[in-house]
């Protein structure tokens, strides 16, 4: 599920931005079904204009029924009434999705045969500190096995000591749900903290959801400013 708004606060219309020769949405909806890991691959949307994008080059959308705060909401009212078990979410401005990152967090429910983790994510690191302290870009940090303990867009860990290591990682926008975790956060009220940060899976933690982050290499760009925009035309180069 590609969860596609046409209205950002930092990039209107974003989405339907070209991208060599593309729309970025369009870039993104086939990136992630040429991946063919998916049984069906859908854009959710509240946009006449980026669901007729989608449907007029053979691609499938849905149509949202109701006004929605979030990816996720939108997501769990589309899949309410499918038999799926497994919902991969990946953000619309998304357009280097790739297989490698994905299988990844597909993979995490593979290895979880007692179904104790709720969600899986991606992670990459980053060492610029310009991107660390950036709020455009969501951080995270985990416990020993993984799992996320919280996301914000201040740098996390704060650096009071330098030396002692610590690494920085970059929360990437995909996410892989139970559809149950789904179906809960769309009934679970928005709570401060992540009502503060404007960062969704805060909820999940909220709530006591287990989120297991996986760490991958591959960072493409993600479209949040037209200087975003700018880089992905030259890396798509």
């Given at each position: 599920m590609i969860p596609a708004r046409y209205s950002a606060s930092r990039f209107p219309a974003k989405l339907m931005q070209d991208l060599?020769?593309?729309?970025?949405?369009?870039r993104t909806y086939e990136a992630t079904v040429a991946t063919q890991l998916f049984d069906d691959v859908y854009?959710?949307?509240?946009?006449?204009?980026?669901?007729?994008?989608?449907?007029?080059?053979?691609?499938?959308?849905?149509?949202?029924?109701?006004?929605?705060?979030?990816g996720s909401d939108r997501i769990a009212e589309a899949v309410a009434d499918l038999d799926v078990?497994?919902?991969?979410?990946?953000?619309?401005?998304?357009?280097?999705?790739?297989?490698?990152?994905?299988?990844?967090?597909i993979e995490v429910f593979k290895e979880d045969p007692n179904k104790d983790i709720d969600l899986a994510s991606l992670m990459v690191e980053i060492k610029?500190?310009?991107?660390?302290?950036n709020p455009n870009t969501v951080k995270v940090i985990v416990d020993q096995q993984n799992f996320a303990l919280y996301f914000s867009r201040s740098p996390i860990p704060y650096p009071r000591d330098k030396e002692a290591g610590?690494?920085?990682f970059k929360h990437k926008g995909i996410y892989a749900f139970r559809k149950q975790a789904l179906l809960d956060f769309y009934e679970l009220p928005m709570q401060f903290l992540e009502a503060t940060e404007k960062i969704e899976c805060i909820r999940y933690l909220e709530y006591g959801k287990k989120i297991k982050?996986?760490?991958?290499?591959?960072?493409?760009v993600e479209i949040d400013t037209p200087e975003d925009l700018e880089r992905a035309k030259q890396l798509w180069k």
């Amino acid at each position: 599920m590609i969860p596609a708004r046409y209205s950002a606060s930092r990039f209107p219309a974003k989405l339907m931005q070209d991208l060599a020769g593309k729309t970025v949405i369009l870039r993104t909806y086939e990136a992630t079904v040429a991946t063919q890991l998916f049984d069906d691959v859908y854009v959710v949307t509240d946009s006449d204009i980026i669901y007729n994008e989608i449907v007029s080059h053979g691609g499938k959308a849905i149509m949202s029924q109701k006004e929605h705060q979030s990816g996720s909401d939108r997501i769990a009212e589309a899949v309410a009434d499918l038999d799926v078990d497994i919902v991969v979410n990946v953000q619309g401005d998304e357009p280097f999705t790739e297989r490698a990152s994905l299988q990844k967090v597909i993979e995490v429910f593979k290895e979880d045969p007692n179904k104790d983790i709720d969600l899986a994510s991606l992670m990459v690191e980053i060492k610029d500190w310009d991107e660390i302290s950036n709020p455009n870009t969501v951080k995270v940090i985990v416990d020993q096995q993984n799992f996320a303990l919280y996301f914000s867009r201040s740098p996390i860990p704060y650096p009071r000591d330098k030396e002692a290591g610590a690494r920085y990682f970059k929360h990437k926008g995909i996410y892989a749900f139970r559809k149950q975790a789904l179906l809960d956060f769309y009934e679970l009220p928005m709570q401060f903290l992540e009502a503060t940060e404007k960062i969704e899976c805060i909820r999940y933690l909220e709530y006591g959801k287990k989120i297991k982050m996986v760490e991958t290499n591959v960072e493409g760009v993600e479209i949040d400013t037209p200087e975003d925009l700018e880089r992905a035309k030259q890396l798509w180069k």
